[in-house]
C-alpha cells in the first residue's frame, strides 16, 4: 500500500491509507511503513481513513510503537473514528499510545 | 380500554367504519409497498405479514412517543438479560393488548378473510426451551402493561427450540428456522452495531504512566446486530422493547481471497461468525462445556451491556450515578458473565478504580436463580474460559482474590468454607462456578417460589446466604393474564368481564369478585359451557394430531410440560398403568370416564425422557386399541408442544398434573395457567404448587406425597426402600411388573426394562413408589369429585377467583419495588 507521509515540523505524518486494517492487509502495511519507521523516530499515524481495525491492524500499529521506542522515539495517533476509538478502549491499548484528535494536536504534543 | 368483543364494538360503533377503513387501507398498502405483491396475488402468510405490519405501524407509533418522554424524563431503566425468551404468537397478543382486535376483524372480513385464520399463520418465535424463556416473555408483558422503562435482552436465534415430531413413538427432532420466511415484527438496527472481541491472549505490559496494562492481544471479532421487538402493554400505552442480537461477520468475506478463487475459504470465517446466532441450544447436559455456547452467552452480554452503557451515557456523564439510572437483572447464570463485563468496561475503559467500579457493579446487578439441582448449575473449565476470555478470567480472579479474603477474615481458618464459596472450583479440571460469579456480584439474589428461595437459603447456597443474608430474597413467579385468559380463553374471559367487569386484566386480584358466583347455577353453567366448547376444540386437535379420538365429557387430565425425570411423567404413566389393569384384570371401573393428555419436548441428548415419550406412545396404543378400556381409558400424546399450543391444550384442562418430585421444581408456571383457567391441580407440594394451595384453599386441590424435608430426609438417611413397596403392594407390583413383562412393547422387547430397574432402585432419585400410592389415592378422590360436576365446577371457579396472586404483574411489580428502586406509570401498590 502507498503511505503518505507529510513533513510537519519536522515530524513525520503518516496517513493510513486504507478504511480497513485488518489480517488481509497488516502485513502489507507494516512491510510497507518500516521505510518510514526507518528514516524517522518521531511519528504521528493519522487514521482519518481507518473505519475497520481488527487485532492485526492493531498489532500492526503496536509494532510501529516498539520499534519506535527501541530507539528512543515516540509514536502519536491521530484521527481515531470513534468506532476505532472504541476497540483501542476495549483491549487497552488507548492506555500505551498518545492519541489527540487532530494531527496539529499529535504534532503539537511533541514538543511538549 | 377495551378487549371483549362486546364492549369493544359497542364503545367504538361510533367510530367503527372509519378506522376498519383505515386498517383495510393500511394493510393494502403494506401488501403493495411493503411485500411487493398484487393484492390478488396475496398467499395467506403474505396476507398475515401485511397484516402484522400494519399493527407494527401502530406499535412504532408508541414507541417513538415513549422515546420521547424517556429522552425527557430520563427514568431508571429495567434491563433484564436472558439467554431465552419465548414469544410464540405475537399478532393475537397485540391486537388484544391495543384493543382493535373486532377492527381488524372487521377489516379482514370485508376481505373475505378471517382473523383466526390469519392469526394462524404465525410461526412461533420459539426461541427458549421452557418455563425461563416463557417467564421472560411474559415480563416484558408486564414491562409494558405497567409503564416500567425496560429492555429485554437476548439472541436473535435463526433456529429456535427445534420442531418434534413423531414416529412409532419415538421423538425425532426437526430444525425450527422461524425466519426462514422472515419475521415482520424485527426491526434491524445495523446502525447500532457493536463490536465484539473473542478468543485471543493476554499481553502483559505497562502504560504510559507505568502502570501495569494487560492488553487483549490476537482476539478475533464478531459483530452483534441488534434486531428490536416491540412489545405491547395492555391498553397499549406503553411498549417494551425487546433487543435481540444476531452475530455477524466482520467482512461480509475476503474480497481478496475471493478474487484468487476460493469462494469458500472466503466464506469460512463469515459462516464461523455467524453461527454464534444460528441456534439455541436444549436444556440438557450436552450444553455444559460446549465452547460455541459460552461464546453465546459473552456474545449476548457484551451486545447487551455495551448497549446500556452507551444509553446511560448518552444523559450522564458519571458512572457514579449508574445504579441510580440503570439496573440490569440476570436471568438465571446464562448472562452472569455480565459481572466481569461491567467491571471491564468501567475499569479498562472508563478509567474507575476497581472499588468504585465493583460497588457500582454490585449495586446495578441482581441475579435470579432458576435451578436446586447442584450438578445444575452452570461451571466452565478455566482453560476453555481462558481461550475465550482472557481478560474475563483476569478480572475473575481478582474478583475472587478480593472476595475470598473478604471471606477468610469473616470465617477465619474455615478453609472448606472458602473452598465451597471459591468462584474457582478446584477441581480436574479447574472450573469457573457462574452461580457464585452471579451471586458475588450482585446485590440482589432471589429465587422464583418461596419454597424455592427457602431452599436457596439452606441447601444450595447457605454459605453464601449466611454472609449476604440481606441480599436474598424471594419473588414469586407469575404469568400474564393476557396471554393465557384473555388471548388463550376468550370464551372464558369473556364470561368473566361480563360478569365482573375488565378490571381484572390489570389487577388480577379482582378475580376474587368471582367467588360469589360460584355457587350460582346460571355462572356455573355458562363456565361449563366455556370448558365444554374448549374441550371440544382440544379433541379436534387431539384427532388431527395423534389420531386419538376423545369425548369431551371425560374428564380431561393435562400433564404439557418439558419431559424431565424430576417432572415425573412416569409417575403419570405408573397410575394410568395401575387404573387400566384395574380394569382389565380385576374389572374395577375408574370413577369416571379419563381421557390423559400429554405434550412436551424432550432434550435431544436425554435418553431417559425420550423413553418415556416412547413409553406414553405404547402404553396409549394399548389402551387406545383395548374395547374393555374405550370407554373408560384413553392416552394422547400431542406432538411439537408450543407456545400457541399450550393456548389450545390448556383452557381445556379439567385435571393439572403437577407432580414433581418436592424440592425440584423451582417455581413452575404452568400450574398456573392451567389453575387460571379453571383446571384443578394435583400435585405435590413443590415450587409454586404450596403457594396455589394457600391461595386456593386445600379443599380445591389435589396434594399428595412427600414433602421436600422428607426427600432430603430420605436422601441423606438413605431410608428408600422401594423393595418394600413393591412386595407389600400388589397395585405397585403389578404396574412395576409390567415394565419387564413386554406387556406394552410386544413387538420391541425389554424395551422398558430399565423402568422395572430404576424405580425398583433404593438411588431413585424422585421416589416413585413412595409417592405412588397416595399419587392413586388423589387420583381416586379427584375422579370422585368430577362425578359431582356442580361440586367441581365450583371448585374450578374458585381456583380461578382465587389466582390473582399469579399475575406477572404482580411479581414484576415487587422486582421494581424491592429490587430495581423503580416505578411504572401504572404500578401496582
Given at each position: 500500500?502507498?503511505?503518505?507521509v ?8 503518516a496517513?493510513?491509507?486504507?478504511d ?12 510497507d511503513?518500516a ?6 523516530t518521531r ?12 487485532s492485526?491492524g492493531?498489532?500492526?500499529?503496536l509494532?510501529c510503537?516498539r520499534?519506535?521506542?527501541a ?7 491521530c ?7 472504541a476497540?483501542?478502549?476495549?483491549v487497552?491499548m ?14 503539537h504534543?511533541f514538543?511538549? | ?9 359497542n ?25 411487493g405483491?398484487?393484492w390478488?396475488d396475496?398467499?395467506s ?5 401485511a ?7 401502530r ?14 424524563d430520563v427514568p431508571?431503566?429495567i ?17 388484544h393488548?391495543l384493543?382493535i382486535?373486532?377492527l381488524y ?20 418465535a ?5 418455563g425461563?424463556?416463557r417467564l421472560a ?13 425496560a ?6 436465534y435463526?433456529?429456535?427450540?427445534f ?11 426437526k ?10 415484527w424485527?426491526?434491524p438496527?445495523?446502525?447500532e ?6 478468543y ?16 487483549w ?6 459483530i ?6 416491540l ?8 411498549v417494551?422493547?425487546l ?8 467482512r ?8 484468487d478463487?476460493?469462494?469458500?475459504k ?8 455467524e453461527t454464534i446466532?444460528?441456534?439455541?441450544y ?10 460455541l455456547?459460552?461464546?453465546q452467552?459473552?456474545?449476548?452480554v457484551a451486545?447487551a451491556?455495551?448497549d ?53 457493579t454490585?449495586?446495578t446487578l441482581?441475579?435470579t436463580?432458576h ?9 466452565w473449565?478455566?482453560s ?15 474478583i475472587?482474590r478480593?472476595?475470598?479474603d473478604?471471606v477468610?477474615?469473616?470465617h477465619?481458618g474455615?478453609?472448606e ?7 474457582i ?6 472450573q ?12 440482589s ?8 428461595t427457602?431452599?436457596i ?7 453464601f446466604f449466611q454472609?449476604y443474608p440481606?441480599?436474598?430474597?424471594n ?5 400474564t393474564?393476557?396471554?393465557?385468559l384473555?388471548?388463550?380463553n ?6 368473566i368481564?361480563?360478569?365482573i ?6 389487577d388480577?386480584?379482582?378475580?376474587r369478585?368471582?367467588?360469589s358466583?360460584?355457587a350460582?347455577?346460571g355462572?356455573?353453567a ?5 370448558k ?23 374428564l380431561f387430565?393435562i ?5 424431565h ?7 403419570n404413566?405408573m ?5 387400566y389393569?384395574?380394569?382389565v384384570?380385576d374389572?374395577?371401573?375408574p370413577a ?12 435431544p441428548?436425554y435418553?431417559?425422557a ?8 405404547n ?19 400431542i ?7 399450550a393456548e ?5 384442562a ?8 418436592a ?6 408456571t ?7 383457567n379453571?383446571?384443578?391441580t ?6 409454586a404448587?404450596?403457594?396455589i ?10 396434594i399428595f406425597?412427600?414433602?421436600a424435608?422428607?426427600?432430603?430426609t430420605?436422601?441423606e438417611?438413605?431410608s428408600?426402600r422401594?423393595?418394600?413397596d413393591y412386595?407389600r403392594?400388589?397395585?405397585v407390583?403389578r ?7 413386554n406387556l406394552f ?6 424395551l ?11 438411588n431413585d432419585a424422585h ?16 375422579g370422585?369429585?368430577?362425578?359431582d ?14 389466582m ?8 414484576v ?8 428502586g ?8
Open positions: 500500500m502507498e503511505i503518505a507529510d513533513n510537519i515540523d519536522s515530524i513525520a505524518v496517513a493510513v491509507p486504507v480497513e486494517l485488518d489480517a488481509s492487509n497488516a502485513g502489507e502495511f507494516k512491510r511503513i521505510p518510514v519507521l526507518q528514516a524517522n511519528l504521528v499515524l493519522d487514521l482519518s481513513r481507518l473505519r475497520f481495525v481488527d492485526s492493531l498489532g500492526a500499529m509494532s510503537l520499534q519506535l521506542s530507539k528512543s522515539g515516540d509514536l502519536k495517533l484521527g481515531m473514528s470513534k468506532q476505532v476509538r476497540l483501542f478502549e476495549l487497552r488507548h492506555r500505551i499510545f498518545d492519541i489527540y484528535g487532530t494531527k496539529e494536536e499529535a504534532v504534543a514538543d511538549h | 380500554m377495551l378487549s371483549t368483543t362486546e364492549s369493544a364494538e364503545i367504538q360503533k361510533p367510530a367503527t367504519a372509519d378506522l376498519v377503513s383505515t386498517i383495510q387501507e393500511s394493510v393494502r398498502l403494506h401488501a403493495r409497498y411493503s411485500l405483491k398484487a390478488s396475496l398467499s402468510r403474505e396476507l398475515f405479514n397484516v402484522a405490519l400494519s399493527v407494527r405501524d406499535l412504532v407509533e408508541r414507541m417513538l412517543e415513549i422515546e420521547e418522554r424517556y429522552r425527557r431508571k431503566r434491563n433484564y438479560l436472558s439467554i431465552e425468551f419465548l414469544i410464540g404468537q405475537s399478532l393475537g397478543n397485540h391486537l393488548n384493543g382486535r373486532d376483524r372487521q377489516a379482514l372480513s370485508t376481505f373475505g378473510a378471517d382473523l383466526e385464520a390469519v392469526e394462524e399463520c404465525e410461526e412461533d420459539a426461541l427458549g426451551n421452557g425461563l424463556g416473555a411474559c415480563f416484558l408483558d408486564s414491562f409494558a402493561t405497567l409503564g416500567i422503562p429492555c429485554g435482552y437476548g439472541i436473535n435463526e433456529y429456535g427450540l420442531k418434534q415430531e413423531i414416529n412409532n413413538g419415538y421423538q425425532k427432532e430444525p425450527e428456522n422461524w425466519l426462514a420466511q422472515g419475521t415482520p424485527e426491526i438496527r445495523p446502525d452495531a457493536c463490536l465484539v472481541p473473542v485471543g491472549r493476554i499481553e502483559h505490559g505497562v502504560d504510559r504512566k507505568g502502570g501495569y496494562n494487560p492488553m492481544m490476537d482476539w478475533r471479532v464478531l452483534g446486530i441488534p434486531h428490536d421487538m412489545i405491547s402493554g395492555y391498553g397499549g400505552r406503553t417494551s422493547l433487543r435481540l442480537y444476531a452475530a455477524r461477520s466482520s461480509d468475506f475476503d474480497i481478496r481471497i475471493f478474487n478463487g476460493d469462494y469458500f472466503a466464506v469460512k470465517q463469515k459462516i464461523a461468525s446466532s444460528k441456534v439455541l436444549p436444556s440438557d447436559a450436552l450444553v455444559q462445556g460446549r465452547e455456547r459460552l461464546v452467552e459473552y456474545f449476548l451486545c451491556v455495551r446500556i452503557v452507551r444509553r446511560f451515557e448518552q444523559h450522564h456523564d458519571r458512572f457514579r450515578d449508574f445504579p441510580a439510572k440503570v439496573a440490569l437483572q440476570l436471568n438465571d447464570t446464562h448472562p452472569a458473565l455480565a459481572v466481569a463485563e461491567l467491571m471491564r468496561i468501567l475499569v479498562d475503559e472508563k478509567d474507575l478504580e476497581w472499588e468504585e467500579a465493583w460497588t457500582i454490585q449495586a441482581g441475579y436463580n435451578t436446586l439441582a447442584p450438578e445444575a448449575l452452570e461451571k473449565p478455566v476453555l474460559f481462558e481461550s475465550v476470555l482472557p481478560r474475563h478470567l483476569q478480572i475473575i480472579y481478582e475472587n478480593r472476595f475470598l473478604r477468610s477474615v469473616a477465619p474455615d478453609v468454607r472458602i473452598r465451597r464459596m471459591s468462584i472450583e478446584e477441581s480436574t479440571p479447574n469457573v462456578r457462574m452461580a457464585n460469579l452471579a451471586m458475588v456480584g450482585s446485590h439474589i432471589n429465587g422464583v417460589s418461596r419454597i424455592h427457602e431452599l437459603k439452606t441447601s444450595l447456597a447457605p454459605d454472609l440481606e441480599r436474598f430474597n419473588k414469586t413467579n407469575g404469568i393474564p393476557r396471554r393465557w384473555l388471548k388463550a376468550p370464551g372464558l374471559a369473556n364470561l368481564s361480563s360478569t367487569g375488565e378490571g381484572w386484566l390489570t388480577l386480584y379482582r378475580l369478585e368471582l367467588e358466583h360460584a350460582n347455577a355462572f356455573q355458562e363456565f361449563q359451557r366455556v365444554r366448547s374448549n374441550k371440544e376444540k382440544l379433541a379436534r386437535i387431539v384427532q388431527d394430531t395423534a389420531q386419538v379420538k376423545v369425548d369431551p365429557d371425560s387430565d400433564q404439557v410440560k418439558r419431559i425425570a424430576y417432572k415425573r411423567q412416569l409417575l404413566v397410575h394410568i398403568i395401575d387404573e389393569l384395574s380394569l384384570e374389572g374395577r371401573q369416571v370416564p379419563r381421557t390423559y393428555i400429554f405434550a412436551g419436548k424432550a432434550p441428548g435418553w431417559l425420550k423413553q418415556i415419550i416412547k413409553l406414553i406412545h402404553v396409549g396404543r394399548v389402551i387406545n386399541n383395548d374395547l374393555r378400556a374405550s370407554h373408560w381409558i384413553k392416552v394422547a400424546f406432538p411439537d408442544y408450543r407456545v400457541s399450543l389450545k391444550i390448556i383452557p381445556a379439567d385435571l393439572s398434573e403437577q407432580i414433581s418430585t424440592g425440584t421444581e423451582a417455581s413452575g404452568g400450574n398456573m395457567k392451567l389453575a387460571l379453571g383446571a384443578l394435583i400435585g405435590t407440594l413443590d415450587g404448587n404450596i403457594e394451595l394457600e391461595e386456593v384453599g386445600e379443599e380445591n386441590m389435589f406425597g412427600l414433602k424435608a422428607e426427600v432430603r430420605m436422601r438417611q438413605k428408600y422401594p423393595w418394600e412386595a403392594n400388589p397395585h407390583k404396574v412395576v411388573d409390567s415394565f419387564s413383562s412393547c410386544p413387538h420391541e422387547p425389554d422398558f426394562t430399565w423402568i422395572f430397574a430404576s424405580v425398583l432402585d433404593a421416589f416413585h413408589l413412595t409417592d405412588f400410592t397416595p399419587y392413586v389415592e388423589a387420583q381416586e378422590k379427584a370422585e369429585t368430577f362425578r360436576r356442580g361440586r367441581w365446577i365450583r371448585m374450578a371457579i374458585l381456583n380461578v377467583a382465587r390473582g396472586k399469579f399475575s406477572s404483574d404482580r411479581t411489580a415487587e422486582y421494581a419495588r424491592e429490587i430495581w423503580v416505578k411504572g406509570s401504572t404500578l401496582l401498590d
